[in-house]
């Protein structure tokens, strides 16, 4: 029992020492503009990521006083657009309805970011490109590199697990982390 929970410890010890400091402080440096031009961040996530991006919207509302948005939190919408379109239509369909604009910020947290061709989270890929014909910023925290998320945002932050099995639990953990980071950071908090 102990050697797992040891294991796992030691394995975020690792992550947190080896997070690449300057992609954060370029977060940061990219939210802050995003606020001072009075854009909004909208969070995606499908699954437990679905839930940090929730949660991520309170804190960014709240404590910098951004205005920040997700899908995710109208499940109405999202069956109804599921059921009309397909889901992976649901999030750059509310970036449209939305009028997502060169001011916003894309934030995608996913532990694999989405892969075209083994035609996986779909919903992300087409969201990042669309954001990316706007001309907004696309934010990602994964736990992958060869997802499409990493690859084609403007800030990818990976959480290199090296246990393979734990990838799922120890990337939404440090979207977690990550993004309490962003809204204690001095040049975000406000309240």
Request: charged share 25%.
């Amino acid at each position: 029992m102990k050697k797992f929970i040891n294991s796992f410890l030691k394995e975020s010890e690792n992550i947190s020492r080896n997070l690449d400091v300057t992609k954060i402080a370029l977060m940061v440096k990219t939210i802050k503009s995003c606020k001072k031009n009075k854009g909004r961040i909208f969070f995606l996530g499908v699954g437990g990521s679905a839930g940090n991006a929730s949660h991520a919207v309170n804190d960014f509302r709240k404590l910098c006083d951004i205005d920040a948005y997700t899908p995710v939190d109208n499940v109405s919408e999202i069956t109804a657009k599921t059921n009309d379109e397909g889901f992976e239509t649901i999030f750059d369909s509310y970036l449209k309805l939305s009028k997502f604009s060169m001011k916003d910020i894309l934030m995608v947290f996913s532990v694999g970011g989405g892969h075209i061709k083994k035609n996986v989270s779909v919903n992300l890929i087409k969201a990042i490109k669309y954001a990316k014909t706007k001309k907004g910023k696309s934010i990602c925290i994964v736990g992958r590199k060869d997802g499409y998320a990493y690859k084609n945002s403007d800030v990818g932050i990976l959480v290199n697990v090296a246990d393979k099995k734990l990838v799922t639990p120890v990337s939404e953990t440090f979207q977690t982390l990550i993004w309490h980071l962003l809204v204690s950071h001095p040049e975000l908090k406000v309240n």
